[in-house]
């Protein structure tokens, strides 16, 4: 797996060396004892002890899955398909296809696919014994879905061994929920959860209209009389029956109930786990869609739940922490009262159970599309909470390796659309504490399904990129856990991607690493076609390549214990790789709003041509120029050795996609459960205001114009980040390489709203033409241009000063003592006028104040700039506080615009502050530079002769540069 790198800035601190000398010592320790404690409960075990091993493929829309203690594994599909998958053979085999309904049939005749078919499966806990196959499906003919008990032999299912254990009536009118998992308790009792069955709306789905009984879940999920939108209990019997276990909500023979019903009020409850410690019972919970609170309901959640008895959990008219739906009334189309979530009453003319209904039982962990400020782990997006297993040790004695102490008890989760696998904590009493993510770098594609298997190993199912149909991408997974000795982990490189013959080159091993701290034994093995392998035993060989073609390095790096791991890099002899460059005339650090960016592109091709003689088109050059909003990685957006075509210059937007959740609904051109980007394009072309009114559908979410699912809303995501998408979708056909030429300016304008700290990415790239038996080569150059408006806490020299988290705001300020100085590697002061400083020295911090000045190269290097920050004056503490107590706008004094002296204006009524009052900012502090021409490290140097050793100076939180004077 891809591991984390981290770099830290250099400091050089006042307090440094003797901090330094204990952290070595710890560090030493740390690492002399760290074998030792990796399976310990307190430390986290490194993530590189931990691989995804693909165990199947080739799975046709996957559903659920259960892992025997020799590696044997059985996975459904949605379509009906039972497979096995063999850990001898390693094959996966079709043992029984399982006729199922797939499709809704609306009362106007109109098909549509459904999320109904083959929806659950478990395997008896006796299975070794009784080879029974518990399958959860949705009947052919018969509106119901079917829980059915089968026997398994000789890799078949029993004929006419079918056992009908229990069945729960549908509509299959309208989408959605289907639930579907399945669990075990060690009393032998199965959990069964079942999807509300309920047509889906941002409002309430309280439709008590005559004819719309599908629109209202008061009717399913809030009916005691009814199985859907609930988690059932029951205890199969040897006989194909079941009998109703002691316990469960309603006591057996209470009128108007079920008694398999041990939790209801569930929208979608999905895959579910139990405690083996305590009991107590967990699921992943699928919330409505709505983006933001209205008067028809709150916005949205998904639910991560527990329950430590049966319970009532809300819905349809609670979601998250009680966030609560209003009634709707469909007819008149406005809101109507909230229930009580200590005594909720079901007075729908659909229910036809209880009246008043158990008290809402609480949400464990909940999140919207937005940040979730309670857990903002979660992040944002579309969401489908899947759920997951409770991790004992204790549960799977004799593995092979074991996952390791520190998630004893721990709750491993994931989300179906966000991808990510979290760990979460609870106390002695199951009590939230805590969350944190495990494996950051393995990115399920849309996990439906996760579980321990028998063997100890944690598996995740894939269902994969598209809806309703096959994906390419679909497989189940296993995460093996190494507790020992690991494989090194190897990089590799070439000084040249390649060139003309002959061609002389280093290979590198570089960045190579053994986290067990071995010693290391490297070979390089360098093949070809038709030509005999050269083997090289050192770690950065040099080679002469005097025949064309392409060649494979392979670099093999083996540990003391003899792990080995290996990696390649190809290198194309015969054809010397483009040249291409972007020249800018203007600022080469920095871009300024509404000021042109100057650029040419050269591009010269040793067997090609150039762009210069003509012999290179320009329309073969893919240029760009994109603004991403602040926090936008663009590592990925380098093009790498993929050949340019017409989609490279909205490698941005491709990059951003991959980022989000866009692939989980669309692909490019097959259909998913939303649209294809090919029609999108088509629908609106030709559409002037398409841009904005997609970007508004992206970040608002939607229903109806594509169909009958919801789109989710996208608010995190900024206005600028979601144009470049759309541009993106609605040129998806075009076919030209640019729409920029090679030569010319381009004018960034900030979207509304955007804080103006992103980064402009100028990029251009070319493929040449190859050669008879050589291919091509592609090159690439990309210019980043950062905000003029640095974090001065950003520097990555900082020598002599602190950081300070910021009293009020978020960041840290720079807090520099007597001949302390922090520094900007490589910027360009071209056109740079002058600096705006957020400097201000407070005598409350006990600030000295004092003189910035700006150098070049150096501390010491030429002085171009500086500036004097005086003690701002004092601000009155006691009248302060009395005017904002009174709800008095304080006002202004000569001190700059925040700076307090005075209280209401005329007319005695006292004026709010306004909400982002600050009484102790200072104006921005003006510095005019020096003319310079060029690219330089820039150093800001604090100096006061008169201040003490331990005094501060000033606090310093950003710099601004400026390309035009502004007194």
Not at 114 to 136: C, R, T, V
Not at 490 to 511: H, M, N, W, Y
Not at 751 to 777: C, F, H, I
Request: with cysteine.
């Amino acid at each position: 797996m891809k591991q984390l790198n981290f770099t830290p800035k250099t400091r050089s601190n006042r307090l440094i060396w003797p901090l330094s000398l204990a952290l070595n010592t710890l560090l030493v320790l740390g690492l002399a004892s760290f074998v030792a404690q990796d399976d310990s409960p307190s430390q986290k075990p490194d993530d590189s002890r931990f691989t995804p091993v693909i165990v199947a493929d080739d799975l046709d829309e996957p559903m659920t899955f259960d892992v025997l203690g020799d590696g044997t594994a059985y996975i459904i599909e949605r379509k009906g398909g039972l497979k096995k998958y063999d850990p001898l053979t390693k094959t996966v085999d079709l043992i029984a296809t399982i006729p199922v309904n797939t499709k809704y049939t609306s009362p106007e005749g109109k098909v549509s696919e459904a999320e109904e078919g083959l929806i659950g499966m478990s395997l008896d806990p006796k299975f070794a014994q009784n080879h029974w196959i518990y399958l959860y499906y949705a009947h052919p003919t018969e509106k119901k879905h079917i829980l059915t008990r089968w026997e398994v032999r000789d890799n078949k299912l029993v004929d006419k061994s079918e056992k009908r254990v229990l069945e729960v009536p549908t509509q299959r009118e309208v989408c959605c929920h289907t639930g579907g998992g399945m669990t075990w308790d060690r009393s032998g009792n199965l959990y069964l959860t079942v999807g509300n069955n309920t047509g889906n709306q941002q409002a309430a789905q309280t439709d008590e209209r005559p004819g719309r009984s599908s629109w209202d879940d008061q009717g399913h999920a809030g009916n005691t009389d009814d199985l859907r939108g609930k988690i059932l209990r029951i205890h199969p019997e040897a006989n194909g029956t079941y009998t109703i276990p002691e316990g469960n909500l309603f006591p057996k023979g209470t009128a108007k109930t079920r008694p398999e019903i041990y939790s209801m009020g569930h929208r979608n409850a999905w895959r579910i786990s139990i405690d083996s410690k305590t009991g107590y019972i967990y699921w992943g919970e699928i919330g409505p869609d709505a983006t933001a609170d209205s008067d028809i309901g709150p916005r949205g959640y998904d639910e991560l739940n527990q329950a430590r008895k049966p319970g009532n959990f809300g819905w349809p008219w609670f979601v998250g922490n009680e966030q609560a739906f209003p009634v709707y009334d469909y007819a008149e189309k406005k809101p109507l009262g909230k229930k009580d979530p200590r005594k909720p009453i079901n007075d729908s003319p659909n229910n036809t159970g209880l009246k008043e209904l158990p008290p809402v039982a609480p949400s464990f962990i909940y999140y919207p599309y937005g940040v979730s400020e309670e857990f903002p782990l979660v992040g944002t997006g579309s969401r489908s909470a899947t759920g997951g297993p409770i991790y004992h040790q204790s549960d799977f004695k004799g593995a092979k390796h074991p996952w390791p102490a520190y998630y004893e008890g721990k709750w491993i989760v994931t989300d179906f659309s966000r991808g990510w696998i979290m760990a979460i904590t609870m106390d002695a009493e199951g009590n939230y504490k805590s969350m944190e993510r495990v494996m950051p770098n393995y990115h399920p594609v849309e996990p439906i399904d996760m579980k321990f298997g028998a063997d100890g190993d944690l598996y995740t199912l894939e269902y994969g990129s598209n809806w309703f149909r096959k994906s390419d991408n679909a497989k189940l997974v296993r995460i093996e856990y190494n507790g020992g000795n690991r494989k090194p982990n190897v990089e590799a490189s070439a000084s040249k991607k390649g060139g003309t013959i002959p061609l002389q080159l280093t290979l590198s091993a570089d960045g190579t690493k053994d986290y067990d701290g071995d010693n290391l034994k490297y070979q390089w093995k360098v093949t070809a076609p038709g030509t005999a392998p050269k083997v090289f035993n050192v770690a950065k060989p040099s080679v002469t390549f005097d025949k064309a073609g392409v060649y494979t390095a392979t670099l093999t790096v083996t540990d003391a214990k003899g792990a080995a791991n290996s990696k390649s890099v190809r290198i194309i002899a015969g054809n010397e790789p483009p040249a291409v460059a972007v020249d800018l005339a203007s600022n080469k650090t920095f871009f300024f709003p509404d000021q042109p960016i100057r650029y040419a592109v050269s591009v010269d091709d040793k067997e090609d041509g150039s762009l210069t003689n003509g012999k290179i088109a320009p329309e073969k050059v893919a240029m760009s120029i994109d603004y991403t909003s602040e926090g936008f990685d663009y590592a990925e957006v380098m093009q790498g050795q993929r050949s340019v075509d017409a989609s490279t210059q909205y490698a941005v937007a491709q990059t951003l996609i991959g980022q989000s959740d866009c692939k989980v609904c669309h692909q490019v051109n097959t259909k998913s459960v939303g649209p294809m980007f090919t029609a999108i394009a088509a629908k609106y072309k030709g559409n002037g205001g398409a841009t904005d009114q997609l970007v508004k559908k992206i970040r608002n979410g939607g229903v109806g114009v594509w169909g009958d699912v919801a789109m989710p809303g996208h608010p995190a995501m900024s206005v600028a980040d979601v144009e470049i998408i759309v541009k993106y979708i609605l040129n998806v056909d075009e076919k030209s390489f640019s729409t920029l030429p090679t030569k010319g300016s381009y004018s960034i304008k900030l979207p509304e709203g955007d804080n103006g700290q992103g980064s402009v990415l100028v990029r251009a790239a070319y493929t040449d033409r190859g050669a008879k038996t050589v291919p091509t080569q592609t090159s690439e150059n990309m210019i980043v241009l950062r905000s003029p408006q640095v974090n001065a806490s950003d520097a990555p020299i900082v020598h002599g000063a602190e950081l300070k988290a910021r009293g009020m705001g978020k960041g840290l300020n720079v807090i520099p003592y007597a001949n302390s100085y922090i520094g900007f590697h490589r910027l360009d002061l071209t056109g740079i006028k002058q600096l705006e400083l957020g400097a201000a020295a407070q005598r409350r911090e006990g600030s000295a104040g004092g003189i910035i000045e700006v150098r070049l190269n150096s501390p010491t290097g030429p002085l171009i700039g500086e500036a004097n920050i005086e003690l701002a004056p004092e601000v009155d503490m006691a009248k302060l506080m009395a005017q904002m107590e009174a709800g008095a706008a304080p006002k202004p004094a000569a001190g700059g615009p925040n700076s307090v002296s005075a209280t209401a204006p005329a007319g005695g009524k006292p004026a709010s502050p306004p909400a982002n009052f600050n009484p102790f900012r200072r104006p921005p502090v003006k510095m005019v530079l020096k003319d310079t021409e060029g690219i330089h490290d820039v150093y800001f140097i604090f100096k006061n002769d008169k201040a003490k050793a331990i005094q501060p100076l000033m606090s310093l939180s950003g710099i601004k540069f400026m390309d035009a004077l502004n007194q």
